[in-house]
């Protein structure tokens, strides 16, 4: 071989990692969530924010797939299936607890970063906090363990409340558990609790209308993102029967609603975006122990408090960490 001829073949041959390199493609991340991606644009934005932390930038160096349910949870199994058909480097689910469990469902061996308010232990998505095993991980509000601080807010909210209602998601399993630690923590400060379930803004109104009927004093919103995504009928009802209500998210408290106390969702998205980070790098989720949210906020909306005819105690306006006028 004539030495120009190996001094070119060479060249090419030190260009072909440089061209392969070149037409890698992106890393893709799938995003599952059971609710409509116009409620939930603060909640995106902050995990890209936990993405771009770590270096991954949508677009530049990572591919995000998304997925919305958009409230019709029979949906989440066929669209957790097609990600895992889609060959995606990890799952990120987010909304309702199933979004985790689906993807938990589809594969066994993609990466899943989840972010709940169950207990991810008691749902069957991780062995243990601190060493979650097989392919789940994530972040855990424990909604159900807040139910009982929620209440006791509310008391305090209504000092002269003697009968609770509460409304629940008939058809979310994971409602169930905070409905039950809601109606334990009930029991021991005395409170008669009504219970009543809805699925649809149908049997949200008539709800409520059953609620005036039993003349309750106050009322308590079970967590779940189906009274989110109907956080504006929520609180125009609450109004319409002068019912002081605790409402799940500060978003609801947005809308009208009276106060709310919950974890920081933004906040907890973000982390979601920092784990799916570390296993893009190379760590396992078995390795990374589920996080617990550390950061709760408690919203009053005063405007909604002076249409009720409420007083605010200033105890609770001390502790708020906003408060609407």
């Known amino acids: 071989m004539k030495r120009r001829e190996f001094i070119t073949l060479l060249g090419g041959a030190a260009a072909w990692p440089l061209t392969a390199r070149a037409q890698q493609p992106l890393p893709v991340v799938g995003f599952l969530h059971g609710q409509n991606p116009a409620e939930y644009v603060r909640a995106v934005a902050a995990f890209r924010e936990g993405l771009d932390a770590a270096g991954y930038v ?14 019709h949870y029979d949906k989440l199994p066929a669209l957790a299936a097609d990600l895992v058909a889609r060959r995606v480097a990890v799952i990120a689910t987010g909304g309702i607890t199933l979004a985790a469990l689906a993807a938990k469902a589809a594969t066994t061996t993609i990466p899943i970063v989840f972010q709940t308010g169950s207990d991810p232990i008691k749902v069957g998505l991780v062995a243990s906090f601190n060493r979650p095993g097989g392919n789940a991980t994530g972040v855990s509000f424990l909604f159900n363990l807040l139910a009982a601080k929620r209440l006791e807010l509310l008391r305090e909210m209504v000092p002269s409340a003697v009968t609770i209602g509460m409304l629940m998601n008939s058809t979310s399993p994971i409602s169930e558990l905070e409905r039950q630690d809601a109606e334990a923590a009930a029991r021991t400060l005395g409170l008669p609790v009504i219970v009543k379930g809805a699925s649809s803004e149908g049997e949200i109104a008539a709800a409520f209308a059953g609620f005036a009927e039993r003349r309750i004093d106050a009322l308590f919103i079970v967590t779940d993102p189906f009274f989110v995504a109907r956080r504006r009928q929520v609180a125009a009802l609450a109004m319409r029967h002068g019912l002081p209500t605790i409402v799940p998210t500060r ?37 990374l122990p589920v996080v617990q949210a550390t950061k709760f906020e408690l919203v009053i909306n005063l405007t909604t408090a002076k249409a009720l005819g409420l007083t605010v105690p200033d105890k609770l306006i001390a502790l708020a960490d906003e408060v609407i006028e």
């Open 251 to 287: 978003e609801g408290v947005e809308a009208g609603g009276l106060f709310s106390y919950s974890a920081n969702q933004n906040e907890a998205y973000r982390l979601v975006g920092a784990y799916v980070s570390r296993i893009l790098k190379g760590e396992k989720p078995a390795d």
């Open 58 to 71: 949508e677009g530049r160096n990572v591919a995000i797939e998304y997925r919305w349910a958009e409230g």
